[in-house]
Nanobody
């Protein structure tokens, strides 16, 4: 079964940037879609960004123009570039390929 491992989280000041990585044990092109979700304490898991096999992307309104999902097919890795971060972006971020298991997530904390 394909597994994914997220990395790149950390503590950043408001207005800062982070790039999250999602490394897959199998070809990312085998998935019809790969999503990034996030979950803050006491809140439901929220879909943040998606990329389909075709390369088309979708974003939650709350992150449009600030976050960018991309991929490196050769490295079987999907990225989430997060700019102009806000305290409300603080959450555990998960990568979820369609039909595959959840990863362990990576913590993002935006605080001064």
């Amino acid at each position: 079964q394909v597994q994914v491992v997220e990395s790149g989280g950390g503590l950043v000041q408001p207005g800062g940037s982070l790039r999250l990585s999602c490394a897959s044990s199998g070809s990312i092109l085998s998935f019809g879609r790969i999503d990034w979700y996030r979950q803050a304490p006491g809140k439901q898991r929220e879909l943040v960004a998606s990329m389909r096999r075709s390369g088309s992307t979708d974003y939650a309104d709350s992150v449009k123009a600030r976050f960018t999902i991309s991929r490196d097919n050769a490295k079987n890795t999907v990225y989430l570039q997060m700019n102009t971060l806000k305290p409300e972006d603080s959450a555990v971020y998960y990568c979820k390929p369609l039909g595959a298991s959840w990863g362990q997530g990576t913590q993002v904390t935006v605080s001064s």
